[in-house]
Each structure stands twice: as C-alpha cells, then as structure tokens.
T-cell receptor
C-alpha cells in the first residue's frame, strides 16, 4: 500500500543555519504532497502543498519540492530562526485521507 | 479562516469509565477526522466521516466509536477507557473530495488512570 517514510526524528540547528528535511513516499499514482508544522501546544497546520513533481511550493521562507524519479520530497529553509522550532510532518494524500510521516522535531539552539 | 474547536481540552478519566470527546467545526467541511498523537508514532487516524450520519474506521479504531450527528459536530467515544488510551487527541476537518487541506483543532489531553 501507499506509505510515507520520514527518517529524521530530530534535527538540531543554530540560528541562520540551512534546514533540509526529507521524506520518501510510495504510491502507484500521482501524489499530492504536504508539509504540516506543529508548534508546541497546538494542532498541526498546513505549511506547504506540492501537487506537481519538480515544482516548488513556498511559504514563510520555506520551500518544498518533490522528485518523482527518486520518490522523495523535501522541505528546506535557507536561514532558520528560533521561531521555527516545531515538529514538521510530511504527508501524502490517499483518497479522502492523508498518510503521515512520523514527524521531525526541529530544535534551534539560541 | 478554518475554525475547529475541541472540548474538553484536558480530561482525567478512570479505567473502565466512559469518555466523550467533542469536536465542532464552523467551515461547512464535509470531512472530519479523529487522530491520536503519541511520542514516536506521530499522528494516527482513529475514525473519520464524510458527512452527517457517516463514520468510517481509520487505522486504529479498536476501543473507539465515533458519531457525526451533524455537519458541524463529530464526537469520539471511549466506552470503556483504558490507560493505553492516554494520549493527545486531535480533531480535523477538510473540504470535499480528496486533496483538501485538513484544519486541526487545538487537541485534547486525555489521561486514563
């Protein structure tokens, strides 16, 4: 069946560092892929949606793309700030549902 | 903007007791979802609904029931709560056919003693 793998459980960076989080997916169709962000004490919220391979989505300084050849999609930000500390989830649409990655906790050292 | 509210925000229950978690959305979304979130497991889908009167089993439905009496309201029911159901529960709503953004509520922390 369809699946999403998010290997990085935690990433620790300093302010102004480059962020790169990667997920891999498995599906027979043409996926719509998402990145959600969850701040402490809140529910997840949509950060980015990417519907076409090799196209970029961007929001709040974050960019997301997916590569159909390697069945991977990633989230990046050139210069992270302390306010970016959160858990980031990748997800893939399957019918009416989302298949979720296990989340990457981003810690920013002051 | 999407508005999903949950009540209660925190709940302490006893083993064997009945717990009802409520969710309300004001966006006229067709689809609603219940997830639980545990460290190391991310978000896991318990039940979902396509509209009033419908409920469907998600990936981990055992020990839970759901009820969708109206477009706005979706409840999660634990008939006989167990300590293994201690978790944070999130409700979400989404639009029509697949691909729409899911909007999440703030979550309910449930502790079963």
């Amino acid at each position: 069946g369809d699946s999403v793998i998010q290997m990085q459980g935690q990433v620790t960076l300093s302010e102004n560092d480059f962020l790169f989080i990667n997920c891999t997916y498995s599906t027979t169709g043409y996926p719509t892929l998402f990145w959600y962000v969850q701040y402490s004490g809140e529910g997840p919220q949509l950060l980015l949606q990417v519907t076409t391979a090799n196209n970029k989505g961007s929001s709040r300084g974050f960019e997301a793309t997916y590569d159909k050849g390697t069945t991977s999609f990633h989230l990046q930000k050139t210069s992270v700030q302390e306010i970016d500390s959160a858990v980031y989830y990748c997800a893939m649409r399957e019918n009416y549902q989302l298949i979720w990655g296990s989340g990457t906790k981003l810690i920013i050292k002051p | 903007e999407a508005a999903v509210t949950q009540s209660p925000r925190n709940k302490v229950a006893v083993t064997g007791g009945k717990v009802t978690l409520s969710c309300n959305q004001t966006n006229n979304h067709n689809n609603m979802y219940w997830y639980r979130q545990d460290t190391g497991h991310g978000l896991r889908l318990i039940h979902y609904s396509y509209g009033a009167g419908s409920t469907e089993k998600g990936d981990i439905p055992d020990g839970y029931k759901a009820s969708r009496p109206s477009q706005e309201n979706f409840s999660l029911i634990l008939e006989l709560a167990t300590p293994s159901q201690t978790s944070v529960y999130f409700c979400a709503s989404g639009g029509g056919l697949g691909g729409d953004t899911q909007y999440f509520g703030p979550g309910t922390r449930l502790l079963v003693l």
